[in-house]
């Protein structure tokens, strides 16, 4: 089984709908992150959270929330979604340590935006 | 200016052929460096770390050059199989929290 799983795997919406990618990740790591990923540019971190009680807002968070409802579960929510949020999202884990260390990333989740 | 940048390629090789990827970043408090691989459509996989000596995994050989701000990714032999995009990963940050992504640059190798 996968360590990192998100759900939906694919999703389109129309704009305006209200939307919630979840993941969830059995490693056991405290911190999680949500990305998203547009042809051409990098990955762009949304959100991060190091713990149940500690969200932060990351490069392109206008738009987004998130929850972080159990160390092993991080859901990602478009309030009012909107055709340039059209896109490919990972949410990522990885454990405190010095440098930095890997990242495990989830599947991603296709979303379209109408 | 993007604290991460590559060259976005591609860059088409035969099998057996040497390639080598540069990437550069734009913080002078980089903490650590990273290579990842991406498949088409896939997530990200961590390829190698990249520490200030220089590494080296089998085929594959990362250098740090911190004076210039560039690492480097070294693929010796090429197979088909290393046809991917390759994304350079740079963290920051005081708890190490921040990983900046470049674009990628995307391989292909051909037979």
């Known amino acids: 089984d996968a360590d990192v799983t998100q759900t939906p795997r694919n999703r389109i919406t129309k704009t305006g709908k209200r939307i919630m990618l979840e993941c969830s990740q059995t490693?056991?790591?405290?911190?999680m992150y949500w990305y998203r990923q547009d042809p051409g540019l990098g990955l762009q971190l949304i959100y991060y959270?190091?713990?149940?009680?500690?969200?932060n807002k990351g490069e392109i968070s206008d738009g987004y929330s998130v929850s972080r409802q159990a160390q092993a579960k991080f859901s990602l929510s478009l309030e009012s979604a909107i055709p340039n949020q059209t896109a490919l999202y990972f949410c990522?884990?990885?454990?405190?340590?010095?440098?930095?260390?890997?990242?495990?990333f989830g599947p991603g989740t296709r979303l379209t935006v109408l | 200016r993007k604290e991460v940048e590559q060259d976005p390629g591609p860059f088409n090789v035969p099998e057996g052929a040497t390639v080598a990827f540069n990437c550069t970043y734009s913080?002078?408090?980089?903490?650590?460096f990273f290579w990842y691989r991406q498949d088409c459509r896939k997530e990200p996989k961590l390829l190698m770390s990249?520490?200030?000596s220089g590494n080296e995994d089998g085929r594959f050989t990362a250098q740090l050059n911190r004076a210039s701000q560039y690492i480097s990714l070294l693929i010796r032999d090429s197979k088909l199989s290393d046809s991917a995009t390759y994304l350079c990963?740079?963290?920051?940050?005081?708890?190490?929290?921040?990983?900046?992504f470049g674009s990628g640059t995307k391989l292909n190798v051909k037979p």
């Open positions: 990522a884990t990885s454990a405190p340590g010095q440098g930095g260390n890997e990242q495990f």
């Open positions: 490693k056991g790591h405290d911190r």
């Open positions: 959270s190091f713990d149940v009680k500690d969200i």
């Open positions: 913080n002078s408090a980089s903490q650590s």
């Open positions: 990249v520490y200030s």
């Open positions: 990963v740079v963290n920051i940050g005081r708890n190490f929290n921040k990983f900046y």
